[in-house]
């Protein structure tokens, strides 16, 4: 059975070449035979018109003069043989109109000549021997012609898919270790070219979900520790010396900690996500109307002034950018001292949001920084202070898949301020 493109390919341009050549030959061979034929036809009314006009002058003597090949009768209308030549002596086909003497072919011409039919008989022996001659010559030509064309075809597809065969190679000895291999593109800037193009952008995809998916493990692995860590602790410490610890104090302790792994997986999860390129189709979101609930969530615990929200439309996931507000706003509130302020304007084409604290602020040196995961800074903005180290890296990520930017600056307070620039939502 043939499985390769190439036999295939060869298989299928031998057989439609092979087809065509022996219908054409047969075709060939068929007017070859009726252009001879026509051609015979033509000279024998020619040698008739020639004989009528010598019997109208000399008679029946004319015939004579003839060569002794010649198959020619003199037929009255009675259907009686009135003179012949010695070829056609002693017989009578004047019915026939294509006839055999002895194994030879011949065609009928007829002329009337006063009263009497002249016919004249012309072989066809030339004629077949030609037509022989013709189909020897095609059986050995046709045969020749399919076998270099399949040879032809065969070298051709191979040439062809060499390449393919070397992209297969290069993909099939890359492994999970080699990830940032790519398959080389021929510059023929056609299909296999394009194939080696599409491949390197899917395995630009492969290794970035992979480096997600090794990032996402290493950082669950490596943030989870600690409160398993703590987890563990206590139990053991209430299994060994129970009246060392209340109950109360254990459960605190696990619910805080299984809430804080908790969170933390959640955040994770959404940073995979948009590092895989995955978000929804984007709506128009009034990014006033989160700013001022989440302004609402946290009043009881800080002042919050809200006098700078306008209305700020922009176009995006609102799930998506309820965790940005909800992030900066808790970040804010956990490194308050007791005042936050949230802004939202619209400036032409951009969305701005800003949320201020009257904290510590960031150094300078730090706010580009801030940004990554598990960043720890000074212990006044620390992990330990409530966050996961997290808040800020999914702020980032969820704003850049926007199109948008943040920024890390100073407050009014000389706090931090953080501020949010989102293209514009369009009426």
């Known amino acids: 059975m043939l499985k390769s493109v190439r036999s295939r390919a060869t298989a299928g341009a031998v057989f439609v070449v092979a087809v065509a050549l022996l219908v054409g030959a047969l075709i060939f061979l068929g007017s070859l035979r009726s252009a001879l034929v026509s051609s015979s036809a033509s000279a024998a009314e020619a040698t008739a018109d020639a004989l009528s006009d010598s019997i109208e002058d000399t008679g029946t003597n004319a015939l004579s003069e003839e060569d002794d090949d010649a198959v020619i009768q003199i037929i009255d209308s009675t259907g009686s043989v009135v003179a012949s030549t010695e070829e056609a002596s002693g017989v009578n086909l004047s019915t026939a109109d294509e006839f055999t003497i002895d194994g030879d072919h011949y065609y009928v011409v007829s002329e009337d000549v006063d009263d009497t039919d002249l016919r004249v008989w012309v072989g066809f022996e030339v004629d077949d021997d030609a037509i022989a001659v013709v189909q020897r010559l095609l059986l050995i030509a046709l045969p020749l012609i399919v076998l270099i064309v399949g040879l032809v075809t065969w070298k051709v597809t191979g040439r062809a898919l060499a390449p393919v065969h070397r992209i297969r190679a290069e993909v099939d000895q890359m492994g999970a270790t080699a990830l940032d291999r790519r398959v080389?593109?021929?510059?023929?800037?056609?299909?296999?070219a394009a194939l080696a193009a599409t491949m390197n952008r899917m395995l630009d995809r492969i290794e970035q979900g992979t480096k997600t998916q090794r990032q996402f493990v290493s950082d669950a692995s490596h943030e989870l520790r600690s409160p398993l860590a703590t987890i563990r602790q206590h139990a053991e410490l209430a299994a060994a010396h129970p009246e060392a610890i209340e109950q109360e104090e254990l459960a605190a302790v696990v619910l805080g900690e299984g809430k804080r792994m908790q969170d933390m997986v959640d955040s994770l999860l959404i940073l995979a996500r948009l590092d895989e390129g995955a978000h929804a189709e984007w709506k128009a979101?009034?990014?006033?109307?989160?700013?001022?609930?989440?302004?609402?969530?946290v009043r009881d615990r800080v002042s919050v002034d809200t006098s700078g929200i306008r209305a700020g439309r922009v176009l995006g996931d609102s799930r998506l950018l309820s965790h940005v507000v909800r992030n900066l706003v808790d970040n804010a509130t956990?490194?308050?001292?007791?005042?936050?302020?949230?802004?939202?304007?619209?400036?032409?084409?951009?969305?701005?949001?800003?949320v201020e604290d009257d904290g510590n602020g960031i150094p300078a040196s730090d706010r580009q920084r801030i940004f990554e995961r598990f960043v720890r800074l000074d212990e006044s903005r620390a992990r330990d202070a409530g966050g996961s180290g997290l808040g800020l890296a999914i702020v980032h990520s969820i704003v850049s898949a926007h199109d948008g930017a943040v920024f890390a600056g100073e407050s009014r307070w000389s706090g931090a301020r953080f501020t949010v620039v989102l293209p514009t939502a369009q009426s």
């Open 334 to 354: 956990r490194h308050a001292r007791g005042n936050i302020a949230i802004t939202v304007s619209m400036n032409g084409p951009q969305t701005v949001l800003d």
């Open 184 to 192: 080389a593109v021929p510059d023929t800037g056609d299909e296999i």
């Open 285 to 297: 979101v009034d990014l006033d109307d989160i700013a001022l609930s989440e302004a609402a969530r």
